[in-house]
């Protein structure tokens, strides 16, 4: 994928000649991007050409080999899931990515469960995932194994667009509570 477009002084996000190798494949070559506040884009492309790259590059899942992602004026980390999430960057993933085995609340506390000396604070985490779902399936027993749900339901609970409105820069646990 290559593109251009020149960042503007009010771009809250700012991607900047972002390439990434695979090996042989080039998936990103020298991508440049950028997005202001309260827009919604979409991104297309043939398969393969290197949309999931580019967002996971945005959300630190990726380190790139060259480039750099900014955020309301702050550059971040390359490859750091943890600044991407602290600057305000959701991801709901095309592939699903759920841990059958733990309960409904710790899939969705998952990337940032409450803690105190070391141990989960299972009583936040369950009332997070409360508000968590609050609008979309509040039926959902959150304290039941994700696996035991029926799929459609199980698929209700992926990372809520909701995480979405975190503002950038909001803090850890400062946004969701
Ligand atoms: N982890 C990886 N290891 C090796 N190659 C990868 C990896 N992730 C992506 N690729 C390759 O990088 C290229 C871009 O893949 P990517 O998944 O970003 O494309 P996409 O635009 O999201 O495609 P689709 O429309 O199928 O979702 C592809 O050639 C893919 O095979
Ligand atoms: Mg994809």
Do not use: Y
């Not at 960057?89 to 469960?113: F, G, M, S």
Request: glycine share 12%.
């Amino acid at each position: 994928m290559t593109h251009g477009a020149p960042a503007m002084a009010e771009d809250l996000l700012v991607v900047r000649g972002i390439t990434k190798r695979f090996g042989p494949t080039l998936a990103l070559d020298n991508v440049s991007a950028s997005f202001r506040a309260g827009e919604v884009h979409a991104l297309m492309g043939e398969n393969g050409a290197g949309k999931s790259t580019l967002g996971k590059t945005i959300a630190g899942l990726h380190r790139p080999d060259a480039g750099t992602v900014t955020i309301a004026g702050r550059t971040l980390e390359p490859g750091s899931i943890d600044d991407a999430f602290d600057a305000g960057v959701r991801i709901v993933h095309q592939e699903l990515a759920q841990c059958p085995n733990l309960t409904v609340a710790e899939n969705l506390c998952l990337h940032d469960l409450p803690s105190r000396f070391g141990l989960v604070e299972k009583r936040s985490m369950c009332a997070r995932a409360e508000r968590l779902l609050a609008d979309l399936e509040p039926s959902i027993d959150v304290r039941a194994p994700l696996g035991s749900l029926s799929k459609p339901r199980g698929r209700s609970c992926r990372s809520p667009a909701r995480w979405t409105t975190a503002p950038a820069g909001a803090g850890r646990g400062t946004a969701r509570g």
